[in-house]
């Protein structure tokens, strides 16, 4: 099989036959057919979010299954699946009680290695799924079978981008009809965001991000309002645009501690401010105490938006068929796996809302 591993940190991924590791009872061998290219692969890359290499990079894509192991029970040869990039075990405290996005066995699948290089070395894949590659093996935790006629390249983005920023406007924020939401950093995650914001009757959408593509494509998802922060003043020009309460519900979408206390500071008195971004694992966030608690504003961080992958997934595909949530729009690039460092270019230049390689 053909991978793209990261090997060093800030250098391209290098594409290379490497050989998958035997799949063990509950594993599930997988044939990628499409996925999508997130920034949290590229915060591997750029040591945001910690994982030693060698590793093969990818987290967000859907497939068939090829084989499945002798204990598998959830899906079999021939399912179309997508990949979870957090396990959903269905028997552990957080399982049981609703909370699968914070399943246990998180660490545990991601933990295992999943192919060799030719030298031997052993591979790990991100979050146990591995996505940029021909083929991947994961545990059957880290699937969930879907039935529907979406283009495999739609649902690759349901495995992370479109799950994380739709469900933190539905399930963590619980956005109510006729309300206001602000959301700083308008890519594919962001973008996410609007749409859950806007399937869930906002009023008032305003998107906030310096690149005019993003500030233009979240106009054609639901955003009633724009905002370049380049231009100075966006904390200001929220309140003007909310008879200077400041947004119900303000998103942070970036991953940077100076843009979380912005969103906290547009965020009205009684209202949320939702942390969706993933910073530095060495940053911290500060945050004004008198706001926080004589303003009585909401701080809620949120993992995969607080989703319940195997109801969340059916659920947002049954909104796109149905016209609710527009996810071939958000695919700006289609590409091959050898293109995958033109992919990472082209996020960080600002051109793509998403790549996809398929």
């Known amino acids: 099989m053909r991978a ?9 991924l290098v594409v290379e036959d490497v050989t998958a590791a035997d799949p063990g009872p509950r594993d599930v061998v997988v044939q990628i057919t499409a996925s999508g290219v997130c920034h949290s692969d590229l915060s591997v890359i750029n040591g945001t979010l910690p994982m030693p290499p060698p590793a093969i ?32 075990c269905g028997v552990c405290w ?77 399930n963590t924020a619980q956005v109510v009809p006729g309300s206001t939401v602000a959301v700083i950093g308008c890519g594919g995650v962001g973008q996410a965001v609007i749409q859950g914001a806007r399937i869930a009757g906002a009023a008032r959408i305003i998107a906030i991000d310096p690149v005019e593509l993003k500030r233009t494509t979240a106009l054609q998802f639901g955003a009633t309002d724009t905002i370049d922060p380049s231009d100075g003043g966006a904390l200001a020009q929220v309140q003007a645009l909310t008879g200077g309460r400041g ?4 998103f942070e979408v970036i991953g940077n501690p100076k843009t979380v206390q912005q969103a906290f500071d547009m965020t009205r008195s009684g209202g949320a401010c939702i942390v969706v971004g993933v910073p530095r694992f060495d940053q911290t966030i500060e945050l004004p105490s008198m706001s926080l608690v004589l303003q009585e504003k909401r701080v809620l961080g949120t993992v995969y938006g607080s989703a319940q992958v195997n109801r ?47």
């Open 247 to 250: 947004a119900d519900y303000a």
């Open 94 to 170: 957080f399982c049981r009680n609703h909370q699968s996005n914070l399943c246990e066995q998180t660490y545990a699948v991601m933990g295992s290695p999943r192919a060799t290089r030719s030298d031997g070395t052993p591979l790990m894949a991100m979050t146990g799924l591995g996505t940029f590659a021909d083929v991947m093996t994961c545990n059957e935790i880290s699937l969930v079978k879907v039935e529907t006629d979406l283009p495999d390249e739609q649902l690759a983005l349901i495995g992370c981008g479109v799950t994380t920023g739709v469900g933190a406007a539905l």
């Open 312 to 358: 969340d997934f059916p659920r947002l595909i049954g909104l796109v068929e149905q016209g609710r949530l527009d996810l071939g729009d958000m695919v700006t690039r289609r590409m091959h796996l050898d293109d995958i460092n033109d992919a990472f270019k082209a996020m960080q230049a600002g051109e793509v809302i998403r790549s996809v390689i398929n």
């Open 57 to 88: 990079l990818g987290h967000e894509g859907t497939g068939i299954v090829e084989s499945v192991g002798s204990e598998v029970s959830r899906v079999k040869k021939g399912d179309r699946v997508i990949g979870s990039f957090i396990p959903a």
């Open 4 to 12: 793209a591993i990261f090997l060093e940190q800030d250098s391209d």
